[in-house]
């Protein structure tokens, strides 16, 4: 079996990780352009260099049909104002409750009634539905993190749009509470990801997993699209591993780093990071030892890095392991 792993902003850490640091440093290297996690895995499915239609995606994962109309993510964010610019804070970097985002989706809809309808797909991840698109294509909100928005922003002519739906959010009720407690209100939506839901026979015939394990619902939107077997990933390699086939190509996709990264959160970073050492490379390492995989690939799409491993890589004992943070380049 082949294990492909997909972990951005790995190299993002001073932690030590053994057993990462010797698969990195025992594998094969490959570079390749670096790409956003949607961008890398579209590329992977076959669908071209553009931006995946990250909206659609995300509204088919969730097991909505999204048909032939224009979607868009329309993820929460906080704005704040800082002198002369706007800053940006994703979603990863404050509580949304299920009732908060119910019920701001909710006034939207009302107030927007008859200009599109917005869906929560999770507390802290929202489509927007419309017959043509809102506006053009803009990186997601996690890669903007505490960055000024004005060059990320749409023409003038969505302006007006986008400062009524700030308005209406800042004047609800929940936002209200939320100030009251302490807490970011929400007073934005960010827009990226536009399109149409691409047919089944866009995507690649050639595409290299078996199955796709990730948490990410552009990641399951895709693999749905092209009737592979997904679903969210385990706690752990060896929960993993556990039912997994013993042969074929599968991707895991570990995106706990991305969010905490973005946001400098170092501590947090760490953490995680220990973690995904824990129930994750520490195994993986002992089972490609074992035998029981034949194969690991540890994929890095922001950084363009890819490393091949298998057992016999690992006797190459003067390929010494070094600090993950040497990676960065």
């Not at 290297?29 to 995606?57: I, M, Q, V």
């Not at 407690?181 to 007073?187: E, H, L, Q, S, Y």
């Amino acid at each position: 079996m082949h294990v492909e792993l997909a972990v951005p902003a790995l190299f993002g850490s001073g932690v030590a990780a053994p057993a990462l640091e010797l698969l990195l440093a025992r594998g094969r290297r490959a570079n390749t352009a670096p790409l956003s996690p949607e961008a890398w895995l579209g590329r992977a499915f076959g669908l071209g260099e553009a931006p995946p239609p990250a909206g659609a995606l995300s509204a088919l994962a969730s097991g909505l049909d999204p048909g032939s109309a224009i979607w868009q993510r329309a993820d929460p964010v906080h704005l704040r104002a800082d002198r002369d610019r706007v800053l940006l804070v994703p979603s990863a970097g404050f509580n949304i409750a299920d009732e908060e985002a119910r019920q701001l989706c909710e006034a939207l809809n009302r107030h927007f009634s008859g200009q599109f309808s917005l869906h929560a797909f999770a507390p802290d991840c929202w489509g927007l539905r419309a017959e043509s698109a809102m506006a053009p294509q803009a990186r997601a909100p996690i890669e903007l993190a505490g960055r000024d928005i004005d060059a990320e922003l749409p023409d003038k002519r969505w302006h007006a749009l986008l400062n009524e739906i700030q308005m209406a959010l800042y004047q609800h009720a929940v936002n209200t509470a939320r100030e009251a407690r302490g807490d970011p209100v929400i007073n934005g939506l960010w827009l990226w990801g536009s399109g149409a839901l691409p047919g089944a026979g866009d995507v690649s015939n050639a595409i290299p997993w078996q199955s796709v394990s990730a948490a990410d619902p552009v990641a399951l939107g895709l693999a749905k699209l092209a009737g592979m077997r997904h679903h969210a990933p385990a706690t752990g390699a060896a929960a993993w591993l556990e039912r997994a086939p013993d042969d074929g190509r599968h991707l895991v996709l570990l995106d706990a780093l991305r969010g905490v990264r973005a946001l400098g959160e170092a501590d947090a970073l760490a953490e995680r990071l220990r973690g995904l050492e824990t129930l994750w490379f520490a195994p993986l390492l002992a089972a490609l030892r074992a035998g029981r995989i034949g194969m690991l690939t540890l994929q890095v799409p922001d950084a363009g890095a890819a490393f091949e491993i298998v057992r016999g890589d690992l006797r190459r004992f003067w390929r010494r392991p070094r600090p993950l943070l040497s990676y960065v380049t």
